[in-house]
């Protein structure tokens, strides 16, 4: 075996028991490119030092406890641990009544820690198997990202979405609200549960001959007044500017995507989503598989793809919150490149895609809990990256360490093109 691999091993085992058991200084970042926050200038060959899994120094001049496990970042760069707001937990593989944990743990692995997604936001799917899954991690059973869960979807009567159809005839599902007590009821139920937010399906496409089908006002209203109850997040899936209204009057805080067919935003809806805090979630590789997949022409397609990113520009520069997510687990791509190159192509620059993954998503869905900063008390929620995202936007996608809590949840396998920092390789001092 090669020392870095036997080095990675060791260091993975120093960090695969619950984070109570860790010693009193548990880990040291030294030497990397250390961006504190999205608007912060980077601090080189900085130190971040975790202890009980909340991050207890940060600086150029830090000292390493004695004790701590060190993993030298020379030549690479820390970034607070990455969001991701738009996911599904529907695989096969995340059933957890039917997996074993080392299944669970490389399908979270895959999907999420190899891209730096410390935390998820869940966006439609049955609130139990999330709940199960979350508890799961929670245990310190298996490793993985913090779960948060929008759970079972708010579908309009006779709208259960034309692509996800089949599925839900073959299992008997039903998320189909047809009044708002019905509505209203079902979400105060999943929230008591353990929900942390809502979905509805303002316009849900249902295929042809009715295109879109809108849900009823009411009903939306319904559904989403007990999560702004809550002080919790109510997300949209709008399809079209009607779909966009609906959400609007509705109180929805999260778009869940753009509307790409209808064209670009005029400048009125741009500034009123902006002036009433509606936050965007691109999810433009989404667009990008999709068409592709469903083979339209490519001039069609450009023109989509512009739309969608004119929505982006436009909501970015009226200063709205713009929030990382690319749909994974509806579609099987998981590899976020693509997304980050179509952000940039929407006009965002790296500070503004790291605030999409980091502080814009901590200070929406985080609570109480401190997050999305590399600053003293905050949860140590780490991503080591392989090259400079200032640089190139596609370091955002290069993955080498993901830590949450202290705790190494990804480490990059060893290769011979791939040097010992990018392991995660570390020493205890």
């Not at 202890?51 to 701590?68: E, L």
């Not at 942390?196 to 849900?204: H, L, N, S």
């Not at 929030?323 to 509806?330: E, H, N, Q, R």
């Given at each position: 075996m090669n020392a870095p691999l036997r080095s990675l091993l060791i260091a993975l085992a120093l960090f695969s028991t619950p984070a109570p058991t860790l010693r009193a200084a548990d880990l040291a970042i030294v030497n990397a490119r250390v961006f504190i926050s999205p608007d912060d200038p980077p601090l080189d060959r900085g130190t971040v030092v975790v202890?009980?899994?909340?991050?207890?120094?940060?600086?150029?001049?830090?000292?390493?406890?004695?004790?701590?496990t060190v993993i030298d970042g020379a030549g690479f760069t820390l970034t607070a641990g990455f969001w991701n707001s738009h996911v599904h937990l529907l695989p096969e593989g995340f059933t957890v009544a039917t997996h074993p944990p080392a299944d669970l743990e490389r399908q979270l692995r895959d999907l999420f820690g190899r891209w730096g997604f410390t935390t998820v936001f869940d966006l439609a799917s049955p609130l139990d198997n999330a709940l199960a899954l979350r508890q799961r991690v929670e245990s310190g059973e298996i490793r993985g990202p913090r779960v948060l869960t929008a759970g079972n979807p708010f579908f309009p009567a006779g709208g259960t979405p034309i692509y996800v159809l089949e599925t839900y005839r073959a299992r008997g599902w039903n998320d189909e609200v047809s009044t708002p007590a019905e509505a209203r009821?079902?979400?105060?139920?999943?929230?008591?549960?353990?929900?942390?937010?809502?979905?509805?399906?303002?316009?849900?496409?249902?295929?042809?001959p009715q295109g879109v089908l809108p849900m009823r006002p009411d009903v939306a209203s319904a559904a989403v007044a007990p999560a702004l109850a809550a002080g919790k997040p109510a997300f949209a899936h709008p399809t079209d500017p009607r779909g966009i209204r609906?959400?609007?009057?509705?109180?929805?805080?999260?778009?869940?995507?753009?509307?790409?067919?209808?064209?670009?935003?005029?400048?009125?809806?741009?500034?009123?989503?902006?002036?009433?805090?509606?936050?965007?979630?691109?999810?433009?590789?989404?667009?990008?598989?999709?068409?592709?997949?469903?083979?339209?022409?490519?001039?069609?397609?450009?023109?989509?793809?512009?739309?969608?990113?004119?929505?982006?520009?436009?909501?970015?520069?009226?200063?709205?919150?713009?929030?990382?997510?690319?749909?994974?687990?509806?579609?099987?791509?998981?590899?976020?490149?693509?997304?980050?190159?179509?952000?940039?192509?929407?006009?965002?620059?790296?500070?503004?895609?790291?605030?999409?993954?980091?502080?814009?998503?901590?200070?929406?869905?985080?609570?109480?809990?401190?997050?999305?900063?590399?600053?003293?008390?905050?949860?140590?929620?780490?991503?080591?990256?392989?090259?400079?995202?200032?640089?190139?936007?596609?370091?955002?996608?290069?993955?080498?360490?993901?830590?949450?809590?202290?705790?190494?949840?990804?480490?990059?396998?060893?290769?011979?093109?791939?040097?010992?920092?990018?392991?995660?390789?570390?020493?205890?001092?």
């Open positions: 202890r009980d899994g909340r991050i207890a120094a940060v600086g150029a001049d830090v000292p390493v406890p004695v004790g701590a009821a079902r979400a105060v139920d999943q929230l008591a549960r353990g929900a942390d937010g809502v979905k509805v399906f303002t316009g849900a496409i249902v295929g042809p609906l959400a609007l009057d509705a109180g929805v805080t999260v778009l869940a995507h753009t509307t790409p067919t209808e064209g670009p935003w005029p400048d009125e809806l741009v500034r009123e989503l902006a002036r009433r805090r509606v936050a965007l979630v691109p999810t433009l590789m989404l667009l990008e598989v999709a068409l592709k997949e469903d083979g339209v022409p490519v001039a069609i397609r450009d023109r989509m793809m512009a739309d969608a990113q004119q929505q982006v520009r436009a909501l970015a520069a009226a200063g709205g919150d713009i929030l990382f997510g690319t749909d994974v687990g509806f579609i099987a791509e998981a590899d976020t490149t693509l997304e980050y190159r179509l952000m940039a192509g929407a006009g965002l620059d790296h500070r503004a895609i790291l605030r999409s993954l980091t502080t814009t998503p901590a200070a929406r869905f985080g609570g109480a809990a401190r997050s999305g900063r590399l600053v003293v008390g905050d949860r140590a929620d780490l991503v080591l990256l392989g090259a400079d995202p200032s640089r190139d936007i596609d370091a955002f996608a290069d993955v080498r360490c993901t830590i949450r809590d202290g705790r190494v949840i990804y480490a990059a396998a060893s290769t011979a093109a791939v040097s010992a920092p990018a392991n995660c390789d570390g020493r205890v001092q």
